[in-house]
């Protein structure tokens, strides 16, 4: 199940985060979120604006957390090396983590975001070979790069509507 986050949920989405970069660390992608990405400030500003969504079991443990933030991007207006697929309104999954107990958590949160707004797009690290996987193995197009807020380089990618979940 995946349902909006409430503030009261910050330790444990906090707690999730922290395992998802620890397996980013371990798997080759140290840089991409460091030691303390997202910050607590910024899951909080997430929540607030409704754009933070957590998934659950029955029992309501969070198994993973993401951003859907719908509208444009600011670090989204230049791409470099490639083209967007289409300009149509769009909403883009940021910082998804997993606390890595369950398969399936990106499927369930792609199905989640597709039944909000078809246009999707999503960028991540030259290093995060899982989330590099996990966009094509779903229907996400590399389009080019783009250069997030501390200048950094990401491999941005977009699923045009139409576009069946494999």
Known sequence: MIRTAQITDLPEIMAVYAQARKYMAENGNAAQWGAAYPSEELVKEDIR???????????EKIHFVFALIIGEDPTYLRIEQGAWLNNSPYGTIH????????????AECLTFCLNRIPNLCADTHRNNLTMQHL??????????????????????????????LN
């Open 49 to 59: 604006l409704g754009q933070c969504f957590v998934g659950t079991d029955d029992k």
């Open 135 to 164: 966009l094509e193995k779903y229907g996400f197009r590399r389009c080019g790069i783009i250069y997030v807020k501390d200048g950094s380089e990401r491999l941005a990618y977009q699923r045009e509507p139409g576009n069946n």
């Open 95 to 106: 910082r998804l983590g997993s606390d890595g107990t369950r398969k399936g958590c990106f």
